[in-house]
């Protein structure tokens, strides 16, 4: 294994909820209406911290979408994805943009969110 470069973010910022390694700044948030399987999601214009997997192809519920998951760098938690291509015109924004699971998270405030289980299991952006 090489050597960890961590990047350090000033600012209010969401974090791993597994080992606290920062991923976005709240200006980089574009929205919070977002959902995944696990309940609610977040999009961003720009995250750091994370690696990228491998592309794929996924049906989600606003179409057809290329994307790559996405894993925070120090622990290797499954965190989103981001999206690499979208097929349908009204989609093109995403492009290039991240989606972080809200649960996966810890907000500006040091505080995690949990699975609300009255949320529903898929919904605007995954499958």
Same mark, same amino acid.
């Not at 996924?58 to 760098?73: E, L, N, S």
């Given at each position: 294994?090489?050597?960890?470069?961590?990047?350090?973010?000033?600012?209010?910022?969401? #974090?791993?909820?597994?080992?606290?390694? +920062?991923?976005?700044?709240?200006?980089?948030?574009?929205?919070?209406?977002?959902?995944? *399987?696990?309940?609610? @999601?977040?999009?961003?214009?720009? %995250?750091?911290?994370?690696?990228?997997? =491998?592309?794929?192809?996924?049906?989600?519920?606003?179409? /057809?979408?290329? %994307? @790559?998951?996405?894993?925070?760098?120090?622990?290797? #938690?499954? %965190?989103? /994805?981001?999206?690499?291509? @979208?097929? =349908?015109? #009204?989609?093109?924004?995403? =492009?290039? *943009?991240?989606?972080?699971?809200?649960?996966? %998270?810890?907000? +500006? &405030?040091?505080?995690?969110? &949990?699975?609300?289980?009255?949320?529903?299991?898929?919904? #605007? &952006?995954?499958?």
């Amino acid at each position: 294994m090489g050597r960890l470069f961590v990047i350090d973010l000033q600012g209010e910022t969401y #974090s791993c909820k597994h080992c606290h390694t +920062p991923f976005a700044l709240t200006d980089d948030l574009i929205s919070k209406s977002f959902h995944c *399987k696990h309940g609610r @999601a977040y999009l961003f214009e720009n %995250v750091v911290n994370v690696t990228i997997g =491998e592309m794929e192809h996924r049906i989600m519920m606003t179409g /057809w979408h290329t %994307v @790559a998951d996405i894993f925070c760098v120090c622990c290797g #938690s499954l %965190v989103g /994805w981001k999206y690499e291509i @979208a097929y =349908e015109k #009204s989609q093109k924004y995403k =492009e290039g *943009k991240f989606i972080i699971e809200r649960f996966k %998270v810890l907000g +500006p &405030d040091g505080g995690g969110y &949990d699975m609300n289980e009255d949320e529903p299991m898929i919904g #605007s &952006d995954e499958e």
